[in-house]
């Protein structure tokens, strides 16, 4: 089974320090890419970072950049720097085949000034 | 902005009544999907298109169903609305390079049954 676990469902960080957001996941396939997707209170869904499993390097997006761990499965998100308007909803997702994605339950992250 | 609007945006309306959502892209893109958003679910798959008459189920595609006759638009229509079709439902387009597109999102709908 595809799944992909975020085990913090709240984080909180002051604002100029970094913050980590986990992910694992799991698939049987062995091409596969994973994304960042911020949601704001306006529910629009945004694209923050996209990684490609065949790439070691991990990705970077000015502030955010990931920690991908393929061998343990995981991709966590550092935030750099944090800025109010990074307050949002975060979502981990793993596309498989057939370009389906599947989401993580999501981490609510707030910045205090 | 990935050119995708859906309409409508709000909707109130009764158990066992027909619903259906719109879609529509500006851009040509081949592959479109439907979501639904529950608390502590993320984003579910309900059904995608990969093109004008081909559609296929998603992980949650029970009571659901879905048709695309211009490669603009796609719709997703609730037969015979239930309190459990209550959601955030949200359209996505994939961009990109065969193999490695990634998905946008629309704005989504908010869809309330009472």
């Known amino acids: 089974a595809q799944t992909v676990t975020q085990s913090q469902p709240e984080m909180s960080v002051q604002e100029a320090e970094t913050v980590t957001l986990s992910c694992t996941y799991d698939t049987s396939e062995s091409d596969y890419y994973l994304f960042w997707y911020k949601q704001p209170p306006s529910r629009q869904m945004i694209l923050v970072i996209r990684q490609e499993a065949y790439k070691q390097q991990n990705a970077t997006e000015n502030r955010f950049s990931v920690n991908f761990q393929k061998a343990a499965k995981s991709f966590s998100l550092k935030i750099s720097d944090s800025q109010l308007g990074d307050a949002a909803m975060y979502f981990c997702?793993?596309?498989?085949?057939?370009?389906?994605?599947?989401f993580g339950q999501g981490t609510e992250l707030s910045v205090k000034p | 902005d990935a050119g995708i609007t859906q309409s409508p945006r709000h909707k109130v309306t009764e158990t066992g009544t027909p619903v259906t959502l719109r879609c529509h892209q500006t851009?040509?893109?081949?592959?479109m999907y439907w979501y639904r958003q529950d608390p502590g679910h993320g984003l579910r798959l309900i059904h995608y298109s990969y093109g004008v008459k081909d559609t296929d189920k998603g992980e949650v595609s029970d009571g659901y169903s879905v048709s695309r006759s211009k490669t603009e638009d796609f719709l997703l229509t609730l037969e015979s609305a239930t309190s459990s079709q209550t959601s955030v439902y949200f359209c996505?387009?994939?961009?990109?390079?065969?193999?490695?597109?990634?998905?946008?999102f629309g704005p989504g709908t908010r869809l309330l049954v009472l």
């Open positions: 851009e040509n893109h081949r592959y």
């Open positions: 997702a793993l596309r498989l085949g057939g370009g389906k994605l599947i």
């Open positions: 996505a387009i994939s961009r990109g390079q065969s193999g490695q597109e990634t998905q946008y």
